[in-house]
């Protein structure tokens, strides 16, 4: 059991860092739009659903389109709002409801970038697993992006332990992400069920079409409170863990419109064939992955959880997602490697900011996420400023040096909306800047942004901090406000 994997592992010296290495492998999204359309397993309501693609550093958000002004929430782990019969997100007025089936099919498809529009506050159930969301994906194609995806190796154990409901989860360092479920519900029919994926690769056929379980009780129950109203017994096994009357199967054949309903001999209710013989553990498995990607960033670690559940997944993803900020300081100077592809490069620049020559201070940029961009300027002594900026002794000015961060900055408050060629960004506020060494000619500068919290009401709080190599040379922090173009 797990407490004995972390026993065997806790003796381990532990090193507080979060190393920021590239995979070698590139951002993905999908080469077409593509859209679904199913049943709402709570409000039993038709939802259609359309993934788009998106920018590299989109990450993935949803948007309500039935709503007034669209709005749009961010998949994570901060906007989560209810973990009672599955996980929903919301933030705005947006509120989005059974989720992890979608995310796990994008994880383990290697989907990072995709806005996923829904008209309903749910998305489809399908039949109860990520086989659906995963041949819309495969019909659309997937698209290998021009930016790294950045993986966080996790070097230290993180451990979660829930003694209310005896949830006990571990993420122990790993050259790549590895999960291992181990259920036990005090049934006889299911008993003790483990899975594991050992590699992403294996989603698509070891867990990504097993489908969600629930007990003939709790189907009674959500029945007799009519909350399950798009339920049906194509989209999940039901476990038989008691006696029941053929009473009781003829009123469950009538409500599901079903002929008959039997009692299979190893305690399954005969809607669905099993995939597997440990399809719950392995569907426990599919919920770890879609409830784990909440944490925000990709990651390197072996998973081991004991008795999952949505609750304590969003929980341990949030302690994960500390965990990743608070060290990531210790990795957080950006490294230069000019023959790095470019995320975007000084063509898609100029088309993306309305700064042109001679006032454009980014000339590419290489790395771009929803919370963070890495932008680089070459200082050169052909620069305009330096003919009246000591043109005997060159040096960069500070107040340039800012506007190059803002600059920066722009780009990174533009990703972070559906339709960014309708908007421009106005700073507001310049605070705490600190000139801690020269820039001059023959200098590389390496601008980074870190969004200091969500983007609110369209105003935009970034800090920015801008390197020569290893050496920090300026850092500030900057408030933007994002405004469309037709109301300014």
């Known amino acids: ?97 059974t989720i992890e089936h979608t995310m796990a099919a994008l994880v383990g498809l290697g989907i990072d970038n ?3 529009e829904v008209d309903g506050p749910e998305v489809p159930i399908l039949d109860g697993s990520a086989s659906m969301f995963m041949d819309a994906i495969d019909s659309a194609g997937i698209e290998e992006q021009d930016a790294k995806r950045i993986v966080f190796t996790i070097d230290s154990n993180i451990h979660f332990y829930d003694p209310v409901k005896n949830v006990d989860m571990l993420a122990i360092p790993s050259a790549e992400y590895q999960v ?27 867990i990504g079409p097993c489908r969600t379980f629930c007990f003939l009780h709790e189907l009674e129950y959500l029945l007799d409170t009519n909350l ?11 476990v038989v863990d008691k006696i029941v009357s053929q009473e009781e199967l003829d ?125 680089i300027k070459n200082v050169t002594y052909n620069e305009q400023f330096f003919q009246g900026h000591f043109p005997g002794n060159p040096v960069m000015p500070g107040v340039i040096q800012v506007e190059a961060l803002a600059q920066t900055g722009g780009i990174l408050a533009m990703n972070n909306i559906p339709d960014p060629e309708n908007y421009d960004t106005y700073f507001l506020k310049i605070d705490k800047v600190k000139f801690k060494h020269v820039v001059r000619p023959g200098d590389t500068l390496i601008l980074k942004m870190d969004l200091l919290n969500p ?22 922090e900057l408030v933007a406000q994002i405004v469309r173009k037709d109301k300014k």
Do not use: W
Not at 76 to 86: I, K, M, N, P
Not at 181 to 188: G, R, V
Not at 228 to 238: E, T
């Open 1 to 97: 059991m797990i407490e004995d994997i972390f026993s065997k592992v806790e003796g381990k010296k532990k090193s507080e860092t979060v190393h920021l290495a590239h995979t070698g492998q590139y951002q993905q999204t999908l080469k077409s739009a593509v859209s679904l359309r199913g049943v709402g397993l709570h409000t039993g309501k038709m939802v259609n659903m359309t993934m788009r693609p998106a920018n590299p550093g989109f990450g993935i958000r949803f948007q309500r389109i039935d709503l007034p002004e669209k709005p749009v929430v961010k998949a994570d782990a901060d906007y989560v709002v209810d973990t009672s019969r599955g996980t929903t997100i919301e933030f705005n007025g947006a509120r989005i409801s």
């Open 114 to 116: 995709l806005l996923i």
């Open 180 to 206: 291992t479920t181990l259920i036990d519900f005090n049934s006889p029919v299911l008993g003790t069920q483990h899975a594991s994926l050992k590699h992403l690769s294996e989603f698509r056929s070891e």
């Open 228 to 238: 399950i109203k798009g339920g049906d017994l194509s989209n999940a096994i039901v």
């Open 251 to 375: 009123r469950l054949a009538k409500v599901f419109n079903k002929q008959k309903i039997e009692v299979k001999q190893e305690g399954i209710l005969n809607n669905v064939q099993l995939h597997f013989t440990n399809e719950p553990a392995r569907h426990k498995l599919l919920d770890v992955i879609g409830d784990l990607s909440l944490v925000g960033f990709n990651i390197n670690a072996h998973i081991i959880a004991s008795r999952p559940g949505h609750a304590s997944n969003v929980e341990f993803a949030k302690k994960i997602k500390q965990y990743i900020k608070k060290n990531r300081h210790l990795s957080d100077i950006p490294q230069y490697d000019p023959s790095q592809q470019a995320v975007y490069d000084i063509n898609h620049i100029t088309r993306a900011l309305p700064h042109k020559f001679p006032f454009l201070f980014v000339d590419k940029v290489i790395e771009l996420s929803d919370n963070h961009v890495v932008g």
């Open 455 to 476: 983007i609110r009401r369209g105003i935009c709080e970034m800090r920015g901090t801008a390197y020569v190599g290893n050496k920090l040379v300026t850092e500030a």
